[in-house]
């Protein structure tokens, strides 16, 4: 163990004894995330109104707004899935 983070836990009040749970904690720094095998990007066309953007949520979000207004220009969503062992970024407009 660090013999500095050891003297910073004793002074904070701790055991100052080396635990397992010390190893643990290092173990359990954030892994960054795998990046994407394949980035899609998906337009959905449509008059207005036909639910457009209610699908995109239900999809990405899985919510449904009833009382929401319409889209006025263009909004997307990101949602990653993964398929076969792939991972797949979807950028869907
Ligand atoms: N009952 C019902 N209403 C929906 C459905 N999908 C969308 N709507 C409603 O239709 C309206 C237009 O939906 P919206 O997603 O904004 O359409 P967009 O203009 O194509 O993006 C909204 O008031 C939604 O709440 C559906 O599957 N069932
Ligand atoms: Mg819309």
Same mark, same amino acid.
């Given at each position: 163990? +660090?013999?500095?983070?050891? #003297?910073?836990?004793?002074? $904070?009040? *701790?055991? =100052?004894?080396? &635990?397992?749970?010390?190893?643990?904690?290092?173990?359990?720094?954030?892994?960054?995330?795998?990046?994407? +095998?394949?980035?899609?990007? #998906?337009?959905?066309?449509? $008059?207005? *109104?036909? =639910?457009?953007? &209610?699908?995109?949520?239900?999809?990405?979000?899985?919510?449904?707004?009833?009382?929401?207004?319409?889209?006025?220009?263009?909004?997307?969503?990101?949602?990653?899935?993964?398929?076969?062992?792939?991972?797949?970024?979807?950028?869907?407009?």
């Amino acid at each position: 163990m +660090d013999h500095r983070y050891d #003297i910073a836990r004793r002074a $904070a009040g *701790g055991s =100052g004894s080396s &635990s397992p749970g010390a190893g643990a904690q290092s173990r359990r720094r954030k892994v960054p995330p795998r990046p994407a +095998d394949f980035k899609l990007q #998906i337009i959905i066309i449509g $008059a207005r *109104g036909v =639910g457009k953007t &209610s699908l995109m949520e239900r999809f990405t979000d899985d919510t449904f707004c009833e009382a929401c207004k319409s889209t006025v220009g263009v909004d997307f969503k990101i949602k990653t899935v993964e398929l076969r062992g792939k991972k797949i970024r979807l950028q869907i407009w």
